[in-house]
C-alpha cells in the first residue's frame, strides 16, 4: 500500500480489518500502562478485542507500523475517538504524524474527549493547536473520571465553533421548550391568592441548585440568567394562558 505520510522507518497507512487484532492488543497495552494517568478500562480484554472486532465497517482507521503495529487512531465522523501510541515508542513523534494525518483528513475540524487527569495527552493536543471546550465531572463516561472536550477547529475555526454553538443550542432550545411548559404547569396550581407570582427563595434556591452543576457560571450569574427564563415563562404562560 502506498504510505500516506512516512518517515525513516515508521509507515502511515489507513487500518483495515486484518490490522483490528493487533489495533486491539496495543490498546489494551497502552491503557494498561497509563494508569494512573488514565483510569483503567472498565471492560476486560476480550470485551476489548470483541468491540474491535464488531467497529471494524463503523469506524475509520490509521495505523502507524515499523513492521508491526505502533500507533493507531479510530474516527467516528467529525470525533476522533482514539490515539494510541505503544509506550516504547512514546514520545518518538509518532502522535504527531498520525494527527497531523488526521487534520488532513478533517479540515473542517474534529472534536475529541481526553481525561482530565492525562496531563500529558492534554498538553501534547495543546501543542498541537486543539483547544479545550468543556470540562465535565466524568459521570457521562463509563470510567466516571472526569474529562475534557477538545477540538481542533479546523481551517475556519469560527464557523467550526460556532457549528457547535448551534448543536448547544439545539439543545438549549429543547430544554427552554420543556421548562416553559414546566412553569405554565405549575401556574395552573397556583390559583389560591397569595400563591401567585414569583416567589425568590424558590428561585435562588433553583440557581443555587443549578450553580452546582455549572461552578464556572457560579449562582449569580445562574440566577439572572433564571430570572429572564422564568419571566418570559410567565409572561408566555399570562398572554396564552394554560395550555
Ligand atoms: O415554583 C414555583 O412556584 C413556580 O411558579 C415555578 C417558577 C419556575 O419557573 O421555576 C416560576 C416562578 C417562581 O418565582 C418560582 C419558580
Redesign the pocket.
Known amino acids: 500500500m502506498t504510505p500516506i505520510e512516512s518517515d525513516a522507518d515508521v509507515l502511515i497507512r489507513p487500518g483495515t480489518a486484518e490490522d483490528l487484532a493487533e489495533i486491539a492488543e496495543l490498546f489494551i497495552a497502552t491503557r494498561r500502562d497509563a494508569v494512573p494517568q488514565m483510569p483503567p478500562v472498565v471492560s476486560d480484554d476480550d470485551a476489548i478485542r470483541q468491540w474491535f472486532a464488531d467497529h471494524c465497517d463503523t469506524h475509520e482507521y490509521w495505523v502507524a507500523e515499523d513492521g508491526e503495529i505502533i500507533g493507531f487512531a479510530m474516527l467516528d465522523g467529525a470525533w476522533l475517538n482514539s490515539l494510541y501510541v505503544g509506550p516504547p515508542r512514546q514520545g518518538s513523534g509518532i502522535g504527531s504524524m498520525l494527527l497531523d494525518l488526521i487534520k488532513a483528513q478533517r479540515p473542517d475540524g474534529f472534536g475529541l474527549w481526553v481525561f482530565a487527569s492525562n496531563a500529558s495527552a492534554r498538553g501534547f493536543y495543546h501543542r498541537h493547536g486543539l483547544v479545550e471546550l468543556e470540562h465535565t465531572d466524568g459521570s457521562a463516561n463509563a470510567e466516571r473520571s472526569p474529562d475534557v472536550r477538545m477540538a481542533w477547529p479546523g481551517q475556519d475555526p469560527i464557523r467550526y465553533l460556532r457549528g457547535r454553538i448551534d448543536d448547544v443550542d439545539d439543545e438549549l432550545a429543547l430544554l427552554l421548550a420543556r421548562?416553559f411548559a414546566?412553569?405554565a404547569t405549575?401556574?395552573g396550581y397556583?390559583s389560591t391568592p397569595g400563591?401567585q407570582?414569583?416567589?425568590?427563595a424558590?428561585?435562588r434556591a433553583?440557581a443555587e441548585r443549578m450553580a452546582a452543576h455549572a461552578p464556572g457560571l457560579g449562582a449569580d450569574a445562574i440566577a439572572r440568567i433564571?430570572h429572564a427564563?422564568?419571566s418570559e415563562?410567565?409572561d408566555a404562560y399570562e398572554s396564552r394562558g394554560p395550555r
Do not use: A
Open positions: 421548562r414546566l412553569t405549575v401556574q397556583k400563591q407570582g414569583r416567589d425568590s424558590r428561585e433553583i433564571m427564563v422564568i415563562s410567565l
